[in-house]
């Protein structure tokens, strides 16, 4: 990692579809052609983000071609996840669409909102996991939901869930570098995957993450247990629960 780490894939980027975020999808792909990066998500915010797209936006993704001047595009959403019995705003039917599941708290949809308990935050994580087929837990190292991340990587570990490092909550202060740390000492601890990624609002920062990099460098974390550090691992995962899509 001496040049920091190379993401081959982006798997948390937004477009204008989410209107926080300034880039279309076509910006997005041609910038991650241009500096290498072979697939990105496209993870447009749930409905219960107050700028998010309409559920047509999800319902209508198959227009898009799987590939955009060259790059893979998993068709995702970055659904939040809406109160600690681990609810998600997009209804299932809606869900049944999606290639690439992103759950995330954010504190805006939640009344009178003020930091909740370790332990409560991790159970809504663990229901969450009982109900959906998460691909990857948005930035759980935010400051505004601290989780127990033993239970956590444990957790996501057995069904195979990624947990992410997200350079844009870093680079925000939203998530300190004492959860980063020790979030990646728990996955490390049990074998529990990560994804690290731009979470992009804009396209220049597609495939970009070194505040991340020096993270993982501090803590010593196996490049093996980086899903998007290498585009095959992340192909045979995608494989296994969507054969037909190929990335
Ligand atoms: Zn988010
Ligand atoms: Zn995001």
Redesign the pocket.
């Known amino acids: 990692m001496t040049n920091g780490l190379f993401l081959e894939a982006d798997l ?1 980027t ?1 477009t204008v579809a989410s209107t926080h975020a300034f880039s279309t999808i076509t910006e997005n792909c041609e910038y991650a052609s241009q500096i290498g990066v072979k697939c990105i998500a496209l ?1 447009d ?1 749930g409905m219960a983000m107050p700028d998010s797209p309409h559920v047509w936006h999800f319902e209508n993704m198959r227009v898009l071609p799987r590939k955009i001047r060259g790059v893979s595009v998993l068709k995702g959403v ?1 659904a939040n996840i809406l109160n600690y019995d681990g609810n998600l705003d997009v209804p299932e039917k809606h869900l049944a669409n999606i290639e690439w599941l992103v759950a ?1 708290y954010h504190r805006y949809y939640f009344e009178n909102f003020a930091v909740a308990d370790k332990k409560t935050v991790t159970e809504g994580y663990l229901k969450l996991f009982e109900r959906y087929g998460v691909d990857l837990v ?1 930035h759980p190292t935010t400051k505004n939901f601290p989780a127990d991340w033993d239970i956590l990587a444990k957790a996501a570990a057995e069904r195979g869930i990624l947990l992410e490092l997200n350079e844009s909550s870093v680079a925000t202060g939203k998530s300190p570098r004492e959860n980063v740390l020790a979030m990646l000492s728990a996955c490390k601890k049990y074998g529990c995957e990560i994804a690290v990624d731009s ?1 992009a609002h804009f396209w220049s920062a597609i495939g970009s993450a070194p505040l991340s990099s020096k993270l993982l460098e501090e803590a010593g974390f196996p490049t093996e247990l980086i899903v998007n550090a290498d585009i095959d691992r992340l192909r045979e995962r995608v494989h296994k629960k969507h054969p037909e899509i190929e990335i």
Request: hydrophobic share 0%.
């Open positions: 948390h937004h993870t915010h970055e995330s948005g979470d």
